[in-house]
């Protein structure tokens, strides 16, 4: 038998398939259209409850799970499939320690997802740490001098002097547009949303030496960065290191997290 009942202003359906209660969000504050969409909600629970008296395969649960989550973000959806991907294909988990806590909390919170929603009885959850170790690499003075020196490129030059004296990430300076940006600051596209990168004397100097703004990828940038680290003999450097930098000096002038 199932129920609908109300929590937080949503409405929520329930009901009991193989002696387990499986619950499922009905998005909706309005009750009218709730019990509208309730009898297709207990189908899809019912007719995804087949499928995993069948055995189903992790394959088969990461294809419901990504196509159940369809207000992720682009960045998110697109790790969730790399990550869900690999695992799918046998390939095995990285050896930074970072990453491999990543890979294992996304696969796990799959498994989670199916046992929540009732798709399997057992989870196969990887074991390990999910938090993984903090990076806390920062650039010396001689380091970030050796970047504006060496890097020849001048619009890869460019783009690093800009993370460099704005702080911003790599997603956010690719998506500067030249209608965004005023003076002294741009509005974004950031991890969680829009938000605001200012702009000192010496980024204002290098938007304004720039005839076309970036359109490199995410994977060009990274790898790009870090070919020109290696052969300037700057060793365990990452383009985001350049953010982390930049707060540092921050903190070291006296300003607050």
């Not at 509005?187 to 949303?193: A, D, L, M, R």
């Not at 960065?225 to 707060?247: P, Q, S, V, W």
Request: with cysteine.
């Amino acid at each position: 038998m199932a129920s609908l009942y109300k929590n937080n202003n949503i409405w929520y359906v329930s009901i009991i398939i193989n002696k387990q209660r499986i619950t499922k969000s009905l998005r909706t504050k309005n009750r009218k259209i709730a019990y509208e969409i309730m009898p297709s909600t207990l189908s899809k629970i019912i007719e995804d409850s087949k499928l995993s008296n069948n055995q189903m395969t992790f394959e088969e649960l990461s294809k419901h799970f990504l196509a159940s989550n369809k207000h992720w973000s682009n960045n998110t959806r697109l790790l969730y499939e790399r990550i869900l991907s690999n695992c799918n294909e046998g390939a095995p988990l990285p050896t930074n320690p970072t990453s491999r806590a990543i890979y294992i909390r996304h696969i796990n919170c799959c498994w989670n997802w199916g046992i929540k929603n009732g798709l399997i009885e057992t989870a196969n959850k990887l074991p390990g740490d999910t938090v993984g170790i903090a990076r806390n690499r920062v650039f010396s003075n001689s380091e970030i001098n050796t970047l504006k020196n060496g890097i020849m490129c001048p619009n890869f030059n460019s783009f690093v002097h800009l993370a460099y004296y704005t702080g911003a990430r790599s997603s956010e300076i690719r998506s500067l547009r030249r209608e965004n940006i005023k003076d002294e600051y741009a509005i974004v596209q950031g991890k969680t949303g829009p938000r605001m990168v200012k702009f000192n004397l010496q980024a204002q100097m290098v938007l304004q030496a720039q005839n076309e703004l970036w359109d490199y990828t995410k994977d060009f940038v990274s790898h790009k960065f870090k070919k020109e680290c290696r052969k300037l003999g700057i060793k365990n450097a990452r383009f985001h290191d350049l953010r982390r930098t930049f707060g540092y000096n921050l903190i070291k002038q006296g300003m607050s997290i």
